[in-house]
């Protein structure tokens, strides 16, 4: 058991250096894309440096971006999975392992002795969200690397049913333009749709979650990322806010039924350099990074 | 060719550069954040390895790692959101004699009108790119402050054309990302009814 335990500390650990060092596909993909189709010539230049700056991270094996962020899981656990008491443990100390090993930047700041704790660990952080999934015997594992600048558009706000999704976006496009061009645009854009600031708020980090590329299920939501996307180009904030042909990589949107009397709506933002993964480990420690299939990686 | 401001920077390398302008620059320079800041405006010290009259800052905090031998050196340090200092930077900029800051993202008016009144500029690095950044670090001259963390000590390094910076508030105050945003305000009332 000390062994197998040792074994998911080190998966988790290199999981996060493979997230800190190289952009998820969907993310990768979308960026070149977006690079591709820049027509501004000072755009282009910003562009080719993102893209200077991915090759180097590969080939110096380093952090694309020196905040390597706060790191936040999001956990499918089987109720099978063998591991399932030792989980919380097992993530702090491959957390303290990559903040030494890859190195990632020590980023958490005790929130009122204000002191850097220097490992990554603190109350109540990393944050960890636990979903059951039946029968399974798996432990799907995404990953957030939340960085600050990306971080502070983030917002939720509870608006008045009668505002309507008019209202949803005034309130997402002024965030984004006062606030999105100092959070290294093109962004990942997050929305949730619910009834509190709270839930809203998850919502938009589950949507982020999401890869750029798969539309919601539901296709009237569907319908309305690609609306948001498309408004959201046509204002041209990127790449890195001095201005462009786009704004975002994307827009994902996730939804609750609301209260009749309330239309909460959350934003969680992401950089151009959005760094998240997602992998499965199956009960015999084999794993399958899914977020990162170009690299042929293995775990 | 290459424009490279150098240490010390004079007024006259700074007064003709206009915001949009790409720029490098070559010598010492200091990271300062938020607690950086404060140390200087509240507590009234300085860096000991670098002068920062005539001289440069950089709001970035990056990440340290050990070499082989011990020796501490710049893995990645890309520019962290200048705005977050808006509230100190004039009395940064009055206090200390700095003429080069750069950051990521733009600054506001109390920035740009110290920046006209005692001739300083403020640049911006492209953000998140950390290892490009790194490369252009040549010398980690020292530490200042290490009780604030790895991200809010205060780094002295030496840079070689460290860059492309592009200028975002130029000597006569102007303002590269205000402006921006007024453009995309404009587009934005095509959006909202």
Redesign the interface.
């Given at each position: 058991m000390i062994n197998e335990k040792q074994k998911l500390i080190d998966i988790i650990a290199d999981f996060a250096e493979t997230v800190a060092i190289y952009l998820s596909d969907d993310v990768y993909k979308k960026l070149n894309e977006l690079a591709d189709g820049e027509k501004q010539e000072?755009a282009k230049?910003?562009y080719e440096?993102?893209l200077?700056?991915l090759k180097?991270?590969d080939e110096?094996h380093?952090?694309?971006?020196?905040?390597?962020g706060v790191l936040q899981f999001f956990l499918d656990v089987g109720t099978k999975f063998p591991y399932i008491n030792d989980l919380k443990d097992i993530i702090e100390k491959a957390i303290v392992k990559a903040t030494e090993k890859t190195?990632?930047?020590?980023?958490i700041?005790d929130p009122i002795g204000e002191?850097?704790t220097?490992n990554n660990i603190g109350c109540n952080t990393p944050y960890i969200e636990y979903n059951l999934v039946p029968d399974s015997s798996d432990l799907t594992v995404k990953l957030y690397m939340a960085g600050?600048?990306c971080s502070?558009p983030g917002r939720s706000k509870v608006l008045m049913p009668l505002e309507g999704i008019?209202g949803v976006?005034?309130f997402v496009?002024?965030t984004i333009?006062?606030w999105g061009?100092?959070?290294?645009p093109p962004l990942t854009v997050g929305i949730g749709l619910g009834t509190c600031a709270a839930t809203s708020a998850v919502l938009s980090k589950k949507a982020l979650l999401r890869p750029i590329g798969i539309r919601n299920e539901n296709e009237d939501i569907a319908k309305l990322e690609e609306e948001f996307e498309n408004?959201l180009n046509?204002?041209?904030?990127a790449?890195?806010?001095?201005?462009g042909t786009n704004s975002v990589l994307g827009v994902n949107i996730e939804c609750a039924g609301r209260h009749p009397a309330t239309r909460g709506v959350g934003l969680t933002t992401g950089?151009?350099?959005t760094r998240k993964g997602e992998m499965v480990i199956h009960s015999d420690l084999n794993a399958e990074l899914l977020s990162h299939k170009r690299l042929k990686r293995k775990i | 060719m290459k424009k490279v401001i150098t240490y010390p920077i004079s007024f006259e390398q700074i007064r003709d550069l206009k915001i949009g302008d790409t720029v490098y620059y070559s010598g010492p320079m200091g990271t300062f954040r938020d607690s950086g800041h404060a140390r200087v405006i509240k507590e009234g010290l300085l860096p000991q390895n670098i002068d920062l009259r005539n001289g440069a800052i950089y709001h970035a905090g990056p990440i340290v790692g050990k070499d082989e031998n011990g020796n501490e050196y710049i893995v990645s340090i890309g520019p962290t959101t200048s705005r977050r200092m808006e509230s100190c930077e004039a009395e940064m900029i009055e206090k200390t004699g700095i003429r080069l800051i750069i950051g990521k993202g733009g600054m506001m008016e109390k920035t740009a009108k110290a920046c006209k009144e005692f001739g300083a500029i403020h640049c911006a690095f492209p953000g998140g790119c950390a290892v490009v950044a790194a490369q252009c670090v040549q010398k980690l001259i020292g530490c200042e402050w290490r009780d604030l963390g790895m991200p809010e000590a205060c780094w002295e390094l030496e840079v070689k054309e460290f860059g492309p910076l592009i200028v975002s508030i130029d000597t006569n105050g102007n303002n590269l990302f205000e402006n921006n945003k007024k453009i995309f305000n404009e587009r934005l009332k095509n959006l909202i009814k």
């Open positions: 000072n230049t910003m440096c993102m200077k700056d180097l991270a110096l380093r952090p694309i971006c020196q905040d390597t190195p990632l930047r020590p980023n700041v002191h850097n220097g600050g600048g502070l008019e976006k005034k496009y002024e333009t006062e061009v100092n959070a290294c408004e046509s204002i041209g904030i790449p890195l806010g001095f201005g950089c151009w350099a | -």
